[in-house]
């Protein structure tokens, strides 16, 4: 059985303790993780805070920086293929999608590598003759990231690259479920030549190490991406050392398709939306708003691709559909789904775990439009279920698709360009794509408000998140300062 090391002050080293990983095709363990405790969280923030305030890191020009992570980049994708495999085995997500993912986010810190000496300060025309006043974008300090096992090379490179960009350092926290590639990860960075404990790598479980880190006095930011509840327990844990946060947490996504729309494309990118990545993604089009006089046509085409999706090994290239993650998820899926039928919900197709290995589960369609407040409706499935209701006007449209706590991701699909741009200016969330969906880019910022979090990763904005400003003041004249009891 393979066994992994925690990545500290640039060695590798066990753990504290172990745990067994799961291969998520088969349910059998398959490697042993390092399992960090206090004592080890302890030390990497203290070697994320030496290499902080060191000169190596802390005077390397924001020139040097942006070359380090250039030589990373080029490290990662002649690696694409050793993690996108690690990953594969360790997640259950299809290869077909792991190398293709990992392979385009080199291009993350190739975006970053080239912000590092971009980021400015500003001079202010300040109300004193005698003054100069000037503000400085400095590194807010030791960062505490926190990412979650779906997508995790791709989550880490739009919270490591923006930040070590700006000049911090950082302990990243990868999930216990699914950690393999970025301990596999450690070892490339590790190639790339930055200095000793300017990025450390650990994992383990909740009490013992997430919340150590992000409670941890020497931590001045935490960025965080996961559910809801995880994030409640990281905002009282900031309460401690008073951290800022950046949060990307999770969505009910509606996806919303006009009379007018083309349906052939429209189907194709909602199974983009809902069944890719066997719909274990934060942006997931779970919901399907539908015009009424297409829907019977839509879901027609819908349940024949669903139907048609190709099940099977995630390490099979001709494999669609993999298996979730962890059996948790399968069973909260499968129970969800039992109380919806229970409220109204109908099954348009599949809705049973298949028998045999591993933790799979087919596409699933219900339709809730006789039962729009079924659980399916609201609460986030993290699986390859599709909710769908329809409605007859955009106005009952733009209703359907706000009424949610969350407010991350959306889609519209129609040829109406002012209807479009309606669309657009009245959803309330941090993304609207129109017809398309599922698209992304280092330029582009990411994030939602509600329960799906705030700040933002992806483009210049992330890389603010990770600074702090100083402002300058510098006192021209010679003469001696007046009055000191009249505040100048």
């Not at 990992?102 to 912000?115: C, K, P, Q, S, T």
């Not at 930040?163 to 479920?177: I, N, P, Q, R, W």
């Not at 800022?244 to 990118?269: C, W």
């Not at 280092?442 to 408000?449: D, K, R, S």
């Amino acid at each position: 059985m393979r066994s992994f090391q925690q990545y500290i002050n640039g060695q590798f080293e066990d753990a504290s303790a172990q745990f067994e990983s799961l291969d998520p095709s088969t349910g059998q363990p398959w490697a042993l993780m390092p399992e960090a405790r206090a004592c080890d969280v302890n030390r990497a923030v203290e070697a994320a805070h030496r290499a902080f305030l060191a000169p190596e890191w802390a005077g390397m020009t924001a020139s040097a920086r942006g070359k380090l992570l250039l030589r990373l980049a080029d490290l990662i994708a002649g690696n694409a293929q050793v993690l996108a495999e690690l990953e594969t085995r360790d997640t259950g997500k299809i290869l077909r999608e792991t190398r293709a993912q990992i392979a385009y986010v080199a291009e993350y810190y190739r975006y970053y590598a080239g912000l590092a000496d971009k980021i400015e300060g500003a001079h202010l025309p300040i109300d004193k003759p005698d003054m100069e006043v000037w503000l400085r974008r400095e590194p807010i300090g030791v960062v505490a990231a926190v990412v979650p096992w779906n997508s995790q090379l791709f989550l880490s490179a739009v919270k490591i690259g923006p930040a070590l960009a700006a000049g911090c350092t950082m302990v990243l926290k990868a999930s216990e479920e699914g950690p393999a590639p970025m301990l596999e990860f450690a070892r490339i960075f590790d190639q790339a030549g930055f200095p000793k404990g300017v990025l450390n790598i650990v994992t383990g479980f909740g009490a013992d190490c997430g919340s150590v880190l992000t409670s941890h006095p020497k931590v001045a930011h935490v960025a965080f991406t996961g559910g809801p509840e995880t994030a409640r327990h990281i905002v009282r844990n900031s309460a401690e050392n008073l951290a800022s946060t950046s949060l990307e947490l999770g969505g009910k996504s509606p996806f919303i398709v006009f009379d007018d729309a083309d349906l052939d494309s429209a189907a194709n990118a909602q199974v983009s939306g809902i069944f890719a990545a066997t719909g274990q993604s934060c942006v997931a089009g779970s919901r399907l708003l539908v015009q009424n006089s297409v829907k019977e046509a839509f879901l027609e085409r819908l349940k024949a691709k669903a139907e048609a999706c190709v099940i099977g090994r995630p390490d099979d290239m001709a494999t669609e559909i993999g298996p979730l993650c962890t059996k948790r998820q399968r069973d909260m899926a499968q129970a969800l789904i039992a109380r919806s039928l229970e409220q109204g919900a109908k099954l348009v197709t599949g809705g049973k775990a298949p028998e045999g290995a591993g933790y799979y589960f087919p596409p699933t369609i219900l339709d809730c439009s006789a039962a729009r407040d079924a659980e399916c409706v609201t609460r986030e499935f993290f699986g390859p279920v599709l909710s769908v209701v329809g409605f007859d006007t955009e106005e009952e449209a733009i209703a359907l698709a706000n009424d949610t706590a969350f407010g991350l991701a959306s889609g519209v699909f129609t040829r109406n360009l002012t209807r479009a741009h309606r669309m657009i200016r009245q959803i309330r969330a941090g993304i609207v794509w129109v017809n398309t969906y599922r698209a992304v880019s280092p330029m582009a910022p990411f994030g939602g408000h509600g329960l799906s979090g705030h700040g933002r990763e992806g483009g210049l904005a992330a890389a603010l998140d990770y600074t702090t400003v100083k402002t300058v003041w510098l006192r021209t004249s010679d003469d001696p300062i007046p009055d000191p009891f009249i505040m100048r």
